[in-house]
């Protein structure tokens, strides 16, 4: 079922995604060389202590996996797509890509959010990969209009990130988030504009643009640890997400400062 939030869960919302944005600041901050996946997680384990929120990921079970996820966040460095579990062993280098995807409680409320950095310096396509791929959510969130379609969102995000020559990662997508990590609806980054379920003032979605470099297609790692996805190919893949509330006036993103 679809819920909509009502104005003060919706302002819970706001409260809880500005401290996301807080938190994800300063992860990206400690995305250094030479630091280890494992370590950007003990960081934001202080970090939801210090600002008294719930690492909800930590502990949760989806239907897909064998085991409840391990960690507060996911960390997906270079060609994992989503759903990278933090390691002692995975070291950053100079040039690597992460994407740093968390979520948290707040006053019984949860957002959503993520963003691709840079660690160090890295190449210019992997730069331009991860710009488009943010400018992508921007044109998705634009189209999560009041009275339009959730087509209208995946049509927005494919349009512009084939025209940039990049693919957008069919397999996964955004949803409905508040209530639960993961609520109805399901949200591609592709579709026919004016298609789906029409959206409403009170809607919460993440929306979330998972793009590659190369071509769209991506395994899932079933006999490894359950939970990483990495692009098939081997080239790398970005992925922005904002936690967005849809009032009378608009979309409005809860998950920035």
């Known amino acids: 079922m679809v819920t909509k939030k009502t104005k003060e869960e919706i302002e819970a919302l706001r409260h809880g995604g500005r401290i996301l944005a807080k938190i994800l600041r300063q992860l990206a901050e400690a995305s250094k060389p030479g630091v280890s996946t494992a370590d950007i997680n003990d960081l934001a384990l202080e970090l939801v202590e210090e600002y008294k929120v719930e690492p909800v990921l930590l502990g949760y079970h989806p239907d897909f996996a064998a085991y409840p996820y391990p960690a507060a966040l996911c960390t997906s460095v270079n060609n994992t797509v989503q759903h990278g579990i933090p390691r002692e062993d995975e070291v950053l280098?100079?040039?690597?890509?992460?994407?740093l995807d968390m979520s948290i409680g707040y006053e019984g409320m949860i957002v959503d959010s993520g963003i691709t950095v840079p660690v160090g310096k890295t190449d210019p396509e992997s730069m331009r990969l991860m710009k488009v791929t943010k400018e992508a959510l921007a044109l998705g969130i634009k189209a999560a209009q009041p009275g339009n379609k959730i087509g209208d969102i995946g049509h927005a995000v494919a349009t512009y990130v084939r025209a940039q020559g990049f693919s957008i990662v069919e397999v996964l997508c955004g949803h409905g988030v508040g209530y639960a990590v993961h609520e109805e609806p399901m949200i591609p980054n592709y579709g026919r504009a004016g298609t789906g379920m029409t959206i409403e003032p009170g809607h919460v979605f993440a929306i979330e643009p998972i793009v590659n470099m190369g071509k769209k297609d991506v395994w899932f790692d079933d006999d490894g640890d359950g939970y990483s996805v990495y692009t098939k190919d081997g080239s790398r893949a970005a992925h922005f997400e904002?936690?967005?509330?849809?009032?009378?006036?608009g979309p409005k993103?809860?998950?920035?400062?």
Do not use: F, R, S, Y
């Open 93 to 99: 280098a100079e040039g690597d890509i992460i994407n």
């Open 242 to 249: 904002h936690t967005v509330a849809i009032t009378e006036k």
């Open 253 to 257: 993103i809860m998950t920035e400062l």
